[in-house]
């Protein structure tokens, strides 16, 4: 059993950055590869970004490629999402959810475990 507690949500202007974390509760976090997703308001669920157990294997999806960096310390049993030139369209709840083994994967049902999630608000 993992649990994984986001956090690092909040209010920021447009433009500005934020830093999410997910910290993973267990001995296994280096077992799995770890998502974010995020849920805008009145929208379904979508993938952000994924980095694999070693880190080694790291995908985004296009709205925010070239913003947005997904990392890991397997130490901490931590995954990061630093989020930079926010706009008003990554207004969402933002969740991490891992995936044991060695397949990756950016599917919802996929996912073994997921967190609670942490809102953010970008205010223009």
């Known amino acids: 059993q993992v649990q994984l507690v986001e956090s690092g949500g909040g209010l920021v202007q447009a433009g500005g950055s934020l830093r999410l974390s997910c910290a993973a509760s267990?001995?296994?976090?280096?077992?799995?590869?770890m998502d974010w997703f995020r849920q805008a308001p009145g929208k379904e669920r979508e993938f952000v970004a994924i980095?694999?157990?070693?880190?080694?294997?790291?995908y985004y999806a296009d709205s925010v490629k070239g913003r947005f960096t997904i990392s890991r310390d397997n130490a901490k049993n931590t995954v990061y999402l630093q989020m930079n030139s926010l706009n008003p369209e990554d207004t969402a709840v933002y969740y991490c959810?891992?995936?044991?083994?060695?397949?990756?994967?950016?599917?919802?049902?996929?996912?073994?475990?997921w967190g609670k999630g942490t809102l953010v608000t970008v205010s223009s």
């Open positions: 959810a891992a995936k044991w083994g060695s397949i990756i994967s950016r599917k919802e049902d996929d996912m073994d475990y």
């Open positions: 980095i694999s157990r070693s880190g080694s294997i790291i």
């Open positions: 267990g001995r296994t976090f280096s077992g799995y590869n």
